[in-house]
């Protein structure tokens, strides 16, 4: 990705970056502008171990002037999806609980792993409240599914 492809419009999309030499994938949670830099702060799909740490989310920046850094192999994976952003009226660890409890009438232990298993589709938490969920065509059949848990608070589409 090119500096000048940088900008709100990006935020909620899935990618492919570069972390400690891998390529890995992810959706795009924030952007940063400044005099210098253009950064994009992907959230991990999966945690990543590089040392002693665990990570789960990174930048790729690169310089205004000479597009030098890892934001060259930044690549947006999913021009068909369709992305929301939702503010549950919970604490997603409280719907964990529910999943956990009742594994045997779910047949997942969180959230995350039912939205997961909609065929195209893709959680990635990003606060205790708030998640960005990508899908390619089955974002009705997840809302509705949400609505109907009474789940929601609010979403906004980025993405249609």
């Not at 972390?19 to 959230?43: D, P, W």
């Not at 920046?61 to 929301?84: C, M, N, P, V, W």
Request: hydrophobic share 35%; glycine share 4%.
């Amino acid at each position: 990705m090119k500096t000048t492809e940088v900008n709100d419009s990006i935020i909620g999309k899935r990618c492919k970056s570069i972390f400690t030499g891998l390529m890995v994938t992810g959706v795009i949670e924030e952007i940063k502008i400044t005099e210098y830099t253009a950064e994009v702060k992907v959230r991990f799909d999966n945690p990543h171990r590089w040392g002693n740490h665990t990570y789960k989310s990174d930048w790729s920046s690169a310089r205004l002037h000479d597009e030098f850094g890892s934001l060259h192999h930044l690549e947006i994976i999913d021009d068909k999806y369709q992305t929301i952003v939702v503010e549950f009226n919970k604490e997603i660890a409280e719907i964990d609980r529910m999943f956990a409890q009742n594994y045997s009438i779910w047949g997942v232990v969180n959230l995350k792993e039912w939205i997961d298993n909609y065929e195209s589709s893709r959680f990635t938490q990003f606060s205790r409240d708030t998640a960005i969920i990508t899908s390619e065509y089955n974002m009705e059949n997840v809302i509705e599914w949400l609505e109907k848990q009474d789940y929601i608070k609010d979403y906004q589409h980025i993405t249609k």
